[in-house]
C-alpha cells in the first residue's frame, strides 16, 4: 500500500481546473490544469515508496 500523500488531490485540483478551462474555452487553464495533473502522475509513478507489505502466509 503506497504511502499518504498529497498528489491524489493535487492531481484532481489539476483535472478539475482543466475540465473548467475547457469549459471556458480558456485554453491556456486547460494547458496549466492537465500539466499539472500529468506532472504529479509522473512524480507519483517515479517517487519510491517504502509502502507497507502484505506477508503471505503458507501453511504447509
Same mark, same amino acid.
Given at each position: ?7 491524489? +488531490? ?16 480558456? +485554453?491556456?487553464?486547460? +494547458? ?29
Amino acid at each position: 500500500m503506497p504511502d499518504p500523500s498529497l498528489l491524489p +488531490f493535487i492531481m484532481s485540483l489539476g483535472a478539475f481546473v482543466g475540465c473548467l478551462g475547457l469549459i471556458m474555452y480558456r +485554453f491556456e487553464l486547460v +494547458f496549466a490544469g492537465f500539466g499539472l495533473t500529468l506532472l504529479c502522475m509522473l512524480i507519483r509513478s517515479v517517487k519510491e515508496y517504502k509502502g507497507y507489505e502484505i506477508e503471505v502466509r503458507t501453511d504447509s
